[in-house]
């Protein structure tokens, strides 16, 4: 069964015959414009240009799957459909009188779309996939060397991002630092705790981080203290001196008592919160002007130098949870690799590029060139791609497709999704 969202695409991107297009009154017609596609109220596509035996008309286009439509939609009553110059539908079933009086012509698209386009719809839309709709399909978009979307996508994906940041943004009185801070919290946090990390900074005000800044213990008080840390193991002598810290900053700063729950469970210890939370106060202690560093770094390496001394204090080498000490005594708590690039990723780049946009002066090369130069992510979504055909190179092709894997292929946005558009041509 057609649905009217297909015949929206067919008609906005001309994917019917239309040099051999005729009205249902058989005069030939000329489609010059698509129009502006209106997802609110009114007709569906507005400011159309159009020729109908010679005389061109402008005006909106109302499209149906059948004529009958237009009648149970009770368009004849609405006045907002009077500067309708054309009526486009997949079946004429019925002939529409208020139409035929106004000479207000009908299109026809059936017998001018190709049989391969509506196999390959069907193949999209009903077939049944283990991975995305289009995956026995792929190839086909793989072997057209036109197309590259990694840069367009990953664009994108900033994009999302920035709209987010522009509201902490907004949260924050206009503060970068106390934005960059809060979308780096969010990065610490993982998967698991980004949430309730990014609720402690949102919460919180920063004057509180920049006067203690130049105290790393207060700051590590203050983090753990917040997140309800105090209360997982026993008491020992640096839990003590960190709850004490925290209670004579409670007194004097008058923050909220209100705590945030944070989680331990399915994380590896080294991702415990209270390793991340002490290596994000190591940050602030070691950088009280982050921003201006984060906003200048032109390169990888740049970024790399920011975090490569980046580590949870040294309590935390014989500890996971306060009070409580590892039988194993591990590594210092450094910011492996892969933790770097997540941060770089998913604070510093988007922090960077929403900066860029808020003052007009463009940034995506350098940010192009930095994710260039991160290796490409193997997680399982990744793993799929790669089945399908898919090179990645650096991180701006992974991120570009878990972006597309999270926009379209998970809901199935095969109309709206650049491959889908490929393969449906």
């Not at 590029?353 to 350098?366: D, R, V």
Request: aromatic share 12%.
């Amino acid at each position: 069964m057609i649905k009217e969202n297909l015949l929206h695409h067919i008609w906005q991107f001309k994917k019917f015959d239309l040099f051999n297009s005729y009205t249902t009154s058989g005069k030939k017609i000329e489609i010059i414009r698509s129009g502006y596609y209106n997802t609110d109220s009114g007709p569906d596509f507005s400011f159309a240009k159009i020729k109908i035996d010679d005389i061109e008309w402008i005006g909106d286009v109302e499209i149906h799957v059948k004529s009958s439509d237009w009648i149970k939609h009770k368009h004849t009553l609405n006045p907002s459909y009077d500067s309708i110059i054309l009526h486009v539908v997949y079946e004429m079933d019925v002939q529409i009188p208020s139409l035929q009086e106004k000479n207000i012509p009908t299109l026809e698209l059936k017998s001018y779309i190709s049989k391969s386009f509506l196999e390959n719809y069907n193949h999209l839309e009903n077939k049944s996939f283990t991975f995305i709709p289009c995956e026995n399909l792929f190839d086909r978009y793989l072997h057209n060397p036109s197309i590259s979307l990694s840069e367009k996508l990953y664009l994108g994906k900033l994009q999302e991002k920035c709209d987010h940041i522009f509201h902490i943004l907004n949260l924050k009185n206009n503060d970068w630092e106390a934005t960059l801070a809060t979308t780096l919290a969010y990065a610490f946090g993982l998967k698991i705790n980004a949430e309730a990390f990014e609720q402690i900074f949102l919460s919180l005000n920063y004057k509180i981080i920049r006067k203690i800044s130049s105290r790393p213990t207060q700051l590590e008080a203050l983090f753990l203290g917040l997140t309800n840390s105090f209360n997982k193991g026993d008491d020992d002598e640096y839990s003590e001196l960190l709850k004490n810290e925290f209670n004579y900053l409670k007194r004097k700063f008058r923050f909220p008592k209100q705590t945030v729950e944070i989680k331990y469970l399915r994380l590896r210890p080294a991702h415990f919160p209270t390793i991340r939370l002490s290596q994000l106060a190591n940050l602030f202690s070691k950088y009280q002007n982050l921003f201006s560093y984060v906003i200048g770094a032109k390169s990888l390496k740049q970024y790399d130098m920011i975090l490569n001394e980046v580590k949870a204090f040294s309590y935390w080498d014989t500890h996971y949870i306060l009070g409580k000490k590892s039988s194993k005594i591990p590594a210092k708590r450094t910011l492996s690799k892969a933790q770097k690039e997540l941060i770089i990723l998913n604070a510093f780049l988007p922090v960077k590029f929403a900066y860029s946009q808020s003052i007009g002066k463009p940034m995506g090369n350098e940010i192009l060139t930095i994710i260039g130069e991160i290796s490409a992510e193997n997680n399982s979504i990744i793993k799929n791609f790669k089945k399908l055909g898919v090179n990645f190179k650096t991180a701006l092709d992974s991120q570009a497709f878990l972006y597309l894997y999270k926009t379209k292929c998970s809901n199935k946005q095969c109309l709206n999704c650049e491959i889908g558009f490929e393969i449906l041509k």
